[in-house]
Nanobody, 116 residues
Framework: QVQLVESGGGLVQAGGSLRLSCAAS????????MGWYRQAPGNQREFVAT???????NYADSVKGRFTISRNNAKSTVSLQMDSLKPEDTAVYYC??????????WGQGTQVTVSA
């Protein structure tokens, strides 16, 4: 089994920055994709960013140019640097991981609140 534990959420003013981190533990062998999704109240969970084990990245259009995802394969960690935060970025952010032969793996979520 794999456990994903997030940290780094909190309250910040619009225009500010936060950094989220996620550490995977347990049987991390074979994780090829790690990333972040988010869910705001009343909304469905949505894609934010992912990074593959070769370092290639993907971002939602809404966060391009403001968020940066990075990964340490040796430590099985993924981070999300969030700059120029907007109130609409307020959500619970979930760490995500995927092996090619298993279902998606999720962390417990961390709250990010951006005040106007």
């Amino acid at each position: 089994q794999v456990q994903l534990v997030e940290s780094g959420g909190g309250l910040v003013q619009a225009g500010g920055s936060l950094r989220l981190s996620c550490a995977a533990s347990g049987n991390t062998f074979g994780i090829n994709i790690m990333g972040w999704y988010r869910q705001a109240p009343g909304n469905q969970r949505e894609f934010v960013a992912t990074v593959n084990d070769d370092g290639s990245t993907n971002y939602a259009d809404s966060v391009k140019g403001r968020f940066t995802i990075s990964r340490n394969n040796a430590k099985s960690t993924v981070s999300l640097q969030m700059d120029s935060l907007k109130p609409e970025d307020t959500a619970v952010y979930y760490c995500y991981a995927k092996k090619s032969w298993t279902a998606s793996l999720w962390g417990q979520g961390t709250q990010v609140t951006v005040s106007a």
